[in-house]
């Protein structure tokens, strides 16, 4: 009805027959009130039981759905995980490894989550280029599916009780995705990519004849795999694929997100399937953002098909506004018949409602859009279109200003390249000793700190309670005999958040939560203006720290690119602007650490890996902007400060060059658990500033051994990393040790001092 309705009023403002309706890709499945993550661990823990869990769990589904059909919605995508929708795909496919082959059910669902005892859990990787991740499925050299899909039939109907036959639309991601997704189960005995999806094939055959038993008005299959660099190579699966499937008879929705899909706009447009979605935005402040509109210019879009426009912005916190119809109508104008309008990416990556935050300024609030707003933005955008006046596809996106770059060029050079400067700053012994950060943030820190937001603890009282712990790391760190100190970052409680509420321009959510995997769930600050530092941001607890010891200790920032990638930027500015905001913003922080006396400083990227685009062609862009982001918060130390980045667990074979690039004296990366590649990568790259490989693993409670350690330090050896120079060569843990215990960290330091003091007596 509603479909028709929309038809008919368009017909008679263009002449023209084509249809508007919307959906959006995705919703979040956290609930409302994060409904989910309590009743998962509370399952988890012993709580409640699965009947339990699985009543809030349709009942969070169904409150979404509802909510869709409510704001307008025309074409509901029943959504809903108890985990991760890759998951829910292996699942449903019966492509559990042989180790979780003992379980079945739910047991056998949260086993491959989570790990039981005797198999460990799938593995988790970043979904493509966002914050989200999935469990990354196993494939043997012969995939041998045994599907049920009983438990995704059962939610298809009860989407169709919920919102009637017409609006609601199964999804699943398709068999490319999954495949390109997994890794092999053997790495001696690697799948073939074609034969895979193949195997698969005949089970989506199966469900989808099931679903057309059950009237649905067509199927989602998701396939973002499109949008990778190399998914010119994807067209013969493709057709394949898409011919088999489309002969049930079922109308698709072949679904892309997260970019355009490039080269295989050409091929996918063809494929037999009735709709297909794209992502007209890409990433948000992204100066090279989606192509989806100039593919469309260039190639035109087939009549016999629906185009799924995806116009309203899934990533980005931030309203559309007018950037939506207009688009839609440039569509219209171009020529587009048949048309629906839905969110760019899954609304998964987006807070839940905008209208649960108390204590957000106004002016700030009136800007925003969470999911439930997107999906007033998205009915508003199929309605509004027919008023617009078509312009040219590409000159309808949203525009993102990318200010000139007005920074003068010394800015980004320390005064001495590192070979002089090196001699200038701090002199150790062979293979020195320090840690990354964090040490345990105690049940006693996090009490204080609630008292303290709560007003129970003055200002005073509180300050007491880092001091005193600054004094207890700062008194075991010398005794175990670290070179290198740390205050162990006591104030934080967040790497990002930190440095977000002492920044002026950045806004924190109280309800903001976005899944990060499975029950956690993130906060991401939201940049909503120009970035300014509003005064020191760390200054008081290194002066602290240092006056505790005459060892130097070292300061703690977490780096402009980190920072950017972990929150919601703004959308008026690119990307790059804001990192250079930061960039200085840091900058001055690191000025003033320095004239405090501190001699090391770290500025922790983690995430610079992160922000690299999908597609291989735009790396260089990204690069070159982040890591002169990173010299540029850093560089203005004097030659004699050693400046320390920490890249945590990011593989960085493929971009060596920008880790180079960063000028940093000292690189810190986790080490202990890989075999060695990236340091092996490292001394062919010949690179020669200082190296701490991690010798431990952070994320085991286990104690490590100093044998153990010796062996890793031995391997820096082996490598011939930094042709064996043993003062460059740092010994350090894996990452922070924020999450571990005060009796867990004790003795593992003390091994570890171990370690570095036998190697260095080894001659
Ligand atoms: N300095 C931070 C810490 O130790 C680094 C954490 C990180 O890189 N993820 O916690
Ligand atoms: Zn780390």
């Avoid at 509901?76 to 003992?102: E, K, M, N």
């Avoid at 189960?185 to 193949?198: G, H, I, L, N, S």
Wanted: with cysteine; charged share 25%.
């Amino acid at each position: 009805m509603r479909i028709l309705r929309a038809a008919a009023i368009q017909e008679s403002q263009h002449g023209n027959y084509y249809y508007l309706n919307h959906w959006c890709v995705r919703f979040p499945r956290i609930g409302e009130k994060r409904e989910l993550k309590k009743a998962l661990e509370s399952y988890w823990k012993g709580g409640s039981s699965l009947e339990e869990l699985l009543t809030v769990s349709t009942e969070v589904e169904k409150a979404a759905w509802s909510l869709q059909a409510k704001q307008g919605v025309e074409l509901i995508g029943l959504d809903g995980t108890l985990y991760d929708q890759v998951l829910d795909t292996i699942f449903y496919l019966g492509l559990a490894p042989p180790r979780f082959q003992h379980l079945s059910g739910y047991e056998q669902y949260f086993a491959m989550a989570r790990g039981t005892k005797g198999a460990e859990a799938l593995d988790m990787s970043k979904f493509f280029d966002t914050n989200y991740h999935y469990l990354v499925p196993e494939l043997a050299a012969s995939v041998t599916p045994k599907p049920d899909f009983s438990t995704f039939i059962a939610k298809v109907k009860r989407g169709q009780e919920v919102l009637g036959k017409a609006q609601a639309v199964p999804m699943l991601i398709g068999p490319n995705t999954l495949v390109g997704l997994a890794k092999p189960a053997d790495a001696e005995a690697p799948f073939k990519r074609a034969e895979a999806v193949a195997a698969l094939v005949p089970a989506y055959e199966a469900v989808l004849k099931e679903l057309a038993g059950l009237g649905v008005p067509e199927v989602q299959l998701h396939e973002p795999i499109l949008t990778h660099s190399d998914a010119a190579s994807l067209k013969a699966d493709f057709e394949a694929t898409y011919k088999a499937l489309s002969a049930v008879g079922v109308l698709i929705n072949l679904v892309t997100y997260y970019d355009d899909i490039g080269d295989a706009y050409t091929w996918a447009v063809d494929l037999p399937v009735a709709a297909l979605s794209l992502d007209f935005l890409g990433v948000p402040g992204s100066v090279l953002g989606s192509d989806t509109a100039a593919l469309i210019e260039k190639h035109g879009f087939p009549e016999n098909k629906r185009l799924g426009a995806g116009v309203v912005d899934g990533r980005s916190v931030w309203a559309d506004g007018e950037s939506a119809p207009n688009l839609v109508a440039a569509l219209v104008g171009k020529g587009v018949k048949n048309i629906s309008v839905q969110s760019s990416v899954s609304l998964q990556h987006l807070p839940y409602d905008k209208d649960l935050e108390q204590e957000l300024p106004a002016e700030i609030v009136d800007r925003l859009a969470f999911a439930k707003q997107k999906l007033a933005e998205i009915v508003a955008a199929a309605k509004a279109a027919s008023g617009v006046k078509a312009v040219a596809l590409t000159s309808a996106l949203p525009s993102v200003g990318d200010p000139k770059e007005e920074v003068a060029e010394t800015l980004f050079n320390r005064a001495e390249v590192f070979a002089k400067r090196r001699g200038a700053q701090i002199q150790t012994v062979d293979f020195p000793t320090t840690s990354i950060g964090s040490f345990p943030q105690t049940a006693e820190l996090r009490r204080a700190r609630l008292q303290f937001k709560k007003g129970q603890l003055s200002a005073a009282d509180y300050e007491k309670v880092i001091n005193e712990y600054m004094q207890y790391a700062i008194r075991e760190q010398e005794r175990i005999g670290l070179d290198v100190l740390v205050h162990g970052e006591p104030e934080r409680t967040d790497m990002v958040e930190y440095f977000g509420v002492k920044l002026e321009g950045f806004a924190f959510t109280e309800a903001g939560w976005v899944q990060s995997y499975g029950s956690r769930y993130v906060r991401p600050p939201i940049i909503h203006g120009d970035v300014v530092r509003k005064g020191p941001m760390t200054i008081k607890e290194f002066e602290y720290a240092q006056s505790l010891t005459k060892l130097p200790v070292k300061g703690m920032l977490t780096g402009p690119v980190t920072i950017l990638n972990w929150s919601f930027p703004r959308k008026d500015i690119s990307r790059r602007a804001q990192a250079f905001q930061l960039a200085l913003a840091l900058r001055d922080e690191v000025a003033d650490l320095e004239k405090a006396g501190c001699r090391v400083i770290q500025v922790d990227e983690p995430a610079l890996r992160e922000g690299l685009p999908l597609k291989r062609a735009r790396w260089e862009s990204y690069l070159t902007w982040a890591v002169r982001a990173f010299r540029l918060s850093t560089v203005v130390a004097a030659p004699g400060t050693q400046i320390v980045t920490h890249l945590c667990y990011s593989e960085f074979a493929d971009i060596l060059h920008a880790i180079d690039g960063l000028d940093a004296d000292v690189l810190t990366i986790e080490n202990s658990r890989s075999g060695d590649e990236m340091l092996r990568a490292l001394a062919k790259y010949g690179y020669s500033r200082d190296i701490g490989a991690g010798v431990y693993d952070v994320h085991s409670p286990v104690v490590p051994t100093a044998e153990f350690m010796e062996g890793k330090i031995q391997t820096f050896l082996d490598v011939n990393l930094l042709k064996g120079d043993r003062k460059q060569l740092w010994v350090n843990p894996d990452c922070g040790l924020k999450t571990r215990e005060w009796s867990q960290v004790l003795p593992s330091l003390e091994n570890m001092v171990k370690a570095a003091a036998n190697a260095r007596a080894k001659k």
